[in-house]
């Protein structure tokens, strides 16, 4: 488990998280959305202790990260850049790992056989690709078998192989009830992967909750209407209970199906010059929500309630 | 290599061992290649100046002038060749941090031990014993490679002669305390080159420049520039140095005192700094 509790972090002058709360619970996939430069990578860095935070908290199992006695037997952690030093083996890289928090050294054996690396294991990393370089951290992270895990774009650069086996590998994790929380751009990626979503924008929580809850109040479909009667179907689809924006020649229509919409209009007389359903895709939908992310900073809050707070 | 069967394991059943900081900081130490390098570059150094200051102070030995024979020094001669492993060890101390900014290790590091002090800690140790072993290796080495090679009736010295086995032992002394130095450097700058231009600006560039201040400023400091000290300390006859000295002992305390203000700022910094 992953708490974060209102955390900022600065950077001299600019404000890399602002006001930032929310949990990962264990068992499932948390994906943590946002556009580049939203501020996940430093959030996760904050989490594993490596960046100070200016404000609040961030505990791992209740605990901040360097109160930890053998951290990497609780978290395990894939950070956004590649962190291995060319010259050493894949083996050797997870050995002084293994040597600073008391785990077996045979342990580095069987997580190297995990992930694949079992053949290039004397190695240098130097020589490894990007997709070995890729399973190389995660075999360090998966390496004190922790309960938590922390995986920042882990696909980023994979070929499609690679990208399913991560998948799949995070899946995995979750179904032993572990933590799982990973970070990606993508809003496609996530919808195939996590199982809820926190979602950031600048620094700031956008929404937190599971990703059919995302997708319902984000992605769900609005109805286009043309009338020469507009004023007055507008005031009657309000009544019941739409949300209408005026789109210069139509009303865009969201709460109701374009069905619901023709028999209101109908059933008052009032002639329709077009309705139409509009389907925004769910990369359309993340990044109109992320886009003008900044008037939403005052309204984050750390309601554990899985609710899908919306754009206007 | 596309499915994954995952263990069963859970967290519980993986068994607790010690956590052997040290051992970790000697495997990181001994896997990477220059390591071994600069190890390498300093023997060949420091023994190949030892056997040529031996086999020329002989074939020239006629040509030396009365006073030049009696102020020989023959164990200081060969030991001038430590000036190398004292430039050398710095990139060794110096890489030992500076890599970890350098390749992202660092952060591996400070996840896996998140008490940032004991890190810095366990890394002087792996560097400053490497750096004595090695130092005192080279420095009987060097003198005992250079004492065969210097014949009669060129003086020779032996360790049984008072005062030679203290600079022999000073000599690999100073390496060790260098090299902590230069690790310390490495962890308030965090970049490789960054810190061994200071290192090496410290120890040869410092010296120059204070030569060419007026004698009264320079001389009481030129004392506790390293370079001068390790000369000092590596001599059993002091002519051939210029101006005051510091005793040997005060010598190696000043140089254990610039490791300690080293590795005391770089800890703090590394304790408050963003990694
Ligand atoms: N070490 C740093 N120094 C200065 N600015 C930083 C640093 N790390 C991140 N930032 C800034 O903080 C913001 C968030 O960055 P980041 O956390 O990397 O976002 P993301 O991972 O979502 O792409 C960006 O504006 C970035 O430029
Ligand atoms: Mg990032």
């Known amino acids: ?312 | 290599m596309t499915t994954l069967t995952l263990g069963s394991t859970t967290p519980a059943d993986l068994p607790v061992g010690r956590s052997r900081l040290i051992a970790s900081e000697w495997t990181k130490l001994r896997t990477v290649r220059s390591t071994w390098w600069t190890l390498l570059a300093m023997a060949v150094v420091t023994l190949g100046v030892a056997a040529i200051a031996g086999s020329a102070v002989t074939h020239n030995w006629h040509t030396f002038s009365p006073v030049q024979r009696l102020t020989f020094d023959p164990t200081g001669i060969t030991l001038k060749g430590l000036l190398f492993s004292q430039l050398i060890v710095g990139v060794l101390g110096v890489l030992v941090m500076s890599a970890e900014y350098g390749t992202g290790t660092i952060r591996a590091t400070l996840a896996a031990t998140p008490r940032r002090g004991r890190v810095l800690a366990a890394k002087a140790v792996v560097v400053g014993a490497l750096a004595l072993v090695a130092g005192e290796v080279l420095s009987f080495g060097a003198f005992l490679l250079g004492q065969s090679l210097l014949r009669a009736p060129a003086a020779h010295a032996t360790l049984s002669q008072p005062g030679v086995l203290r600079a022999v032992v000073d000599g690999g002394v100073a390496v060790a305390l260098l090299g902590l130095f230069a690790l310390g450097l490495a962890a308030i700058v965090r970049h490789s080159a960054g810190a061994i231009t200071t290192y090496v600006g410290v120890l040869l560039v410092l010296p120059l420049i204070l030569q060419t201040l007026p004698t009264s400023f320079s001389q009481p400091i030129l004392k506790f520039m390293p370079l001068h000290i390790t000369n000092t300390v590596t001599s059993v006859v002091a002519v051939g140095i210029q101006g005051p000295s510091l005793s040997p002992w005060a010598g190696i305390g000043v140089l254990a005192l610039d490791a300690a203000i080293a590795i005391g700022i770089g800890g703090t910094l590394l304790v408050r700094r963003d990694a």
């Open chain 1, 1 to 312: 488990m992953i708490e974060v509790h209102q955390l900022e972090k600065r950077y001299r002058d600019t404000v890399a998280v602002r006001d930032l709360s929310f949990s990962v619970p264990p068992g499932v996939v948390t994906g943590f959305l946002g556009p580049n430069g939203s501020g996940k990578s430093t959030t996760m860095r904050v989490i594993m202790g490596l960046d100070r935070p200016d404000t609040g908290t961030a505990t791992i199992n209740g605990r901040p990260y360097a109160e930890l006695r053998h951290p990497l037997r609780e978290v395990g952690a894939l950070l956004e850049a590649r962190a291995i030093h060319p010259g050493r083996s894949a083996a050797n890289h997870l050995r002084f790992l293994a040597q600073t928090n008391g785990i077996p050294l045979a342990r580095v054996d069987e997580v190297l056989d995990r992930v694949g690396l079992s053949e290039v294991a004397r190695r240098r990393v130097g020589k490894f690709s990007l997709g070995m370089g890729q399973r190389l951290g995660i075999a360090a992270a998966l390496l004190g078998d922790p309960g938590v895990l922390l995986f920042d774009e882990p696909v980023n650069g994979l070929d499609p192989e690679g990208i399913l086996w991560v998948r799949n590998l995070l899946k995995g994790l979750a179904a032993e009830g572990r933590s799982v929380f990973v970070s990606s751009h993508l809003m496609s990626e996530m919808a195939l992967t996590a199982d809820r979503l926190v979602v950031i924008g600048r620094g700031a929580l956008i929404s937190e909750g599971t990703v059919e809850d995302f997708i319902a109040t984000t992605a769900g479909t609005s109805v286009r209407v043309r009338s020469p009667r507009t004023a007055q179907l507008r005031q009657l689809l309000e009544a019941q209970g739409a949300s209408v924006t005026d789109d210069v020649e139509a009303l865009d229509v969201r709460g109701l199906d374009a069905a619901q919409v023709g028999e209101i209009a109908c059933a008052a007389g009032i002639a329709l010059h077009e309705l139409s359903a509009q389907t925004a895709s769910l990369e359309e939908a993340f990044m109109s929500l992320t886009s003008d992310s900044v008037e939403y900073h005052g309204r984050a809050s750390a309601s554990p309630v899985p609710t899908g707070r919306q754009a206007r």
